[in-house]
């Protein structure tokens, strides 16, 4: 059972963060497919025509699914810090979506993180690809279905409606599919960093939700084990180009 790693980017993201994000994923060892809007020097790359959005998005990780040879895939996005052991996971099916449920969420500009019941990212799903290229077919015929201009706002209602991660919402309340999930937790947390300008609402405090998650935590950067983020928090605000 061979494992690798789709990469997606819309190419907005600047360094210090867009390079670091790279250096961490390259430790993992795993053959990388990445998916840009322009050309990048990471892994095996290929660039899909488009503008930055969510039929863009869509295009890309089902580009670099069909691209990979992996038969389980890491699904990498460009502003998460992952840790090694994030990749030690396998999954036992081939009919399920897999999250890593030990995930913090990181406002750049702050030293506290945070996180929720439930809070399973597409950025730290693994699953096994060909199961996950029909769902991303499936979901590209509905985009088309639907019409394209229903998903030109930069989080479109039917994307919204649908749910970001396969398998977290059944279509009892308004999903795609009644595939299923389930969770891991690697041994060091993975940390999605939120600033201005992500392409998802960056959800930091509990007003920013229309209703209050569930085992709400807050910590300190420096007490996230296994992570040095002050010093990363000194880098990133200010070397930032």
């Not at 690809?129 to 985009?143: E, T």
């Not at 088309?144 to 479109?156: A, K, M, N, W, Y």
Request: charged share 30%; aromatic share 14%.
């Amino acid at each position: 059972m061979k494992k690798g790693i789709i990469y997606y980017t819309d190419n907005s993201l600047k360094d210090p963060l867009f390079t670091l994000v790279q250096d961490l994923i390259l430790e993992a060892r795993l053959p990388i497919v990445s998916c840009s809007l322009k050309p990048i020097n990471f892994g095996e790359n290929i660039v899909v025509e488009g503008s930055r959005g969510y039929v863009s998005y869509i295009n890309q990780i089902l580009t670099a699914l069909m691209n990979s040879k992996a038969d389980y895939v890491f699904f990498c996005e460009h502003d998460v810090m992952y840790s090694k052991s994030h990749f030690d996971f396998t999954p036992t099916r081939d009919d399920v979506f897999y999250y890593n449920e030990n995930v913090w969420r990181w406002w750049d500009k702050g030293t506290t993180a945070i996180r929720y019941e439930r809070m399973l990212p597409l950025s730290c799903m693994c699953v096994n690809r060909k199961f996950a290229i029909k769902h991303y077919q499936m979901r590209q015929r509905k985009i088309h279905e639907q019409g394209l201009d229903q998903f030109r706002s930069r989080e479109p209602r039917f994307a919204r409606l649908w749910g970001y991660e396969p398998g977290t919402k059944k279509k009892k309340r308004g999903g795609l599919t009644d595939d299923d999930f389930e969770t891991w937790s690697s041994y060091f947390p993975v940390i999605d960093v939120r600033y201005k300008g992500t392409f998802s609402s960056p959800k930091i405090h509990k007003e920013d939700f229309k209703h209050e998650p569930k085992n709400w935590q807050e910590i300190d950067i420096k007490d996230i084990k296994g992570w040095t983020l002050n010093n990363y928090y000194e880098l990133i605000n200010t070397n930032t180009k």
